[in-house]
């Protein structure tokens, strides 16, 4: 699925009153293949939605792996250059097309975009909207519409773990990784993480045992730590951890990768080793995980998101954000994320994002003081 930076079309139906109209929106666009240095802001004139189309003021966007890998052509099917990166929006209805009858002006609402979400305004369809609570913060529902939803699906819909299920997770101090984790404590997994020393505190954070992968003696530690051999392994490097992690699980235990490959090659060599795995390796399972896989049947897509922002808007889950940036510095941070220094993610805002951080806050404060007041009454 692919969103486009709100476009050319039919007048609206109706448009949101409360905000001043805008004329213009900014997008963030990579004119060709390469680093951070290619991505550059462009304006543009806001047009009306289209028929069964709405455009929604965005307040929030990850910034994740696989923009950085679509930006350098590094995935099975990279896209067309110049194109706009962001995988992921939330944001509120700010116009509506014809004959559109989900949702209406100022509903807030999350997508999962693919490309196009590094914008301050999109243009979806209707069909592509995800009711978001209005409590949850944006930033943080920014997370849960690609890296929970990845995290989520894996551990319950293709691993099918259970309480008490031991797991391994490869990368885990990574925007999917720190998922996984929090998903996996919330669900009352024993886990094991690799990832680099200096990051091992987020994943102590969540529960889990940190790993260094670069340990020479890796295979024989995560042995020692897990001697039946884990239940099940998230994998989101792919490569020699594929190995790895088939041969630390024990009789009927599951890998499921859901890292990109990074080229058709890849692809091919991955599906390869599915079937070769999948025969030959008695009691265990080789599965690949991707969203793009799931589109075809949408409804478990709709019920997972709700129970994430459920989860979300509960206090149960709590996305890792590492740092928040503005849209106009999405260059910064995708350099930050390429330097490998990023724990958990990402996220984007819009300067319309930020106003409405504001006005949480401002809420948040007044309400501070109506509660002292109470008390000393
Ligand atoms: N299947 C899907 O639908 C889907 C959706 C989104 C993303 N993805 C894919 O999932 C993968 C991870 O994405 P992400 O957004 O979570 O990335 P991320 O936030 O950049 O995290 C990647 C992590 O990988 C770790 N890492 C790198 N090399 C490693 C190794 N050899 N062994 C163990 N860990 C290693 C890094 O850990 P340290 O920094 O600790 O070294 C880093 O934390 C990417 O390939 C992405 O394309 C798939």
């Not at 994740?64 to 099917?77: A, I, K």
């Not at 409405?356 to 501070?368: G, N």
Request: aromatic residues 6%.
């Amino acid at each position: 699925m692919t969103g486009s930076a709100a476009g050319s079309g039919a007048p609206p139906a109706s448009t949101a009153s409360s905000t001043a109209p805008a004329t213009t929106l900014t997008v963030i666009v990579a004119d060709r293949r390469g680093g951070p240095e290619t991505l550059h802001a462009e304006i543009r004139p806001l047009r009306a939605p289209r028929e069964k189309r709405v455009r929604v003021r965005v307040l929030a966007a990850p910034v994740c792996l696989p923009d950085v890998q679509s930006r350098y052509g590094r995935t099975p099917f990279p896209p067309r250059m110049p194109f706009t990166p962001g995988y992921a929006v939330v944001g509120d209805v700010d116009a509506v097309g014809r004959g559109v009858t989900r949702v209406g002006p100022g509903d807030r609402v999350a997508a999962l975009t693919g490309t196009g979400g590094y914008a301050d305004a999109i243009e979806l369809h209707e069909r592509a909207l995800i009711p978001v609570p209005a409590t949850v913060e944006p930033t943080e529902a920014a997370v849960i519409v690609l890296n929970y939803l990845v995290a989520y699906q894996t551990l319950h819909r293709v691993a099918r773990v259970a309480a008490g299920d031991s797991i391994l997770v490869v990368g885990a101090s990574g925007g999917i990784g720190t998922a996984l984790l929090d998903l996996g404590r919330y669900a009352g997994l024993r886990m094991v993480g690799l990832a680099s020393p200096r990051k091992h505190v987020v994943v102590e954070h969540f529960g889990a045992a940190p790993v260094d992968y670069h340990r020479p003696d890796l295979r024989d530690r995560l042995h020692w730590l897990e001697p039946n051999g884990f239940h099940a392994v998230l994998d989101g490097v792919g490569g020699t951890s594929i190995d790895l992690g088939l041969a630390l699980l024990r009789r009927n235990g599951i890998l499921v990768s859901y890292a990109n490959p990074g080229s058709f090659r890849g692809l091919v060599a991955l599906l390869a080793k599915l079937v070769v795995v999948n025969l030959l390796s008695k009691g265990k399972a080789l599965k690949v995980y991707g969203t793009t896989a799931t589109f075809a049947n949408r409804r478990p897509l709709f019920d997972d998101w709700a129970t994430l922002f459920d989860l979300l808007a509960r206090g149960a889950i709590h996305p890792v954000i590492h740092d928040v940036f503005a849209l106009s510095d999405a260059a910064e941070a995708n350099a930050m994320l390429e330097a490998g220094v990023v724990s958990g993610n990402l996220v984007l805002r819009t300067p319309y994002g930020e106003k409405e951080r504001r006005q949480r806050e401002r809420e948040h404060d007044a309400s501070q003081v109506k509660a002292r007041e109470g008390s000393v009454r």
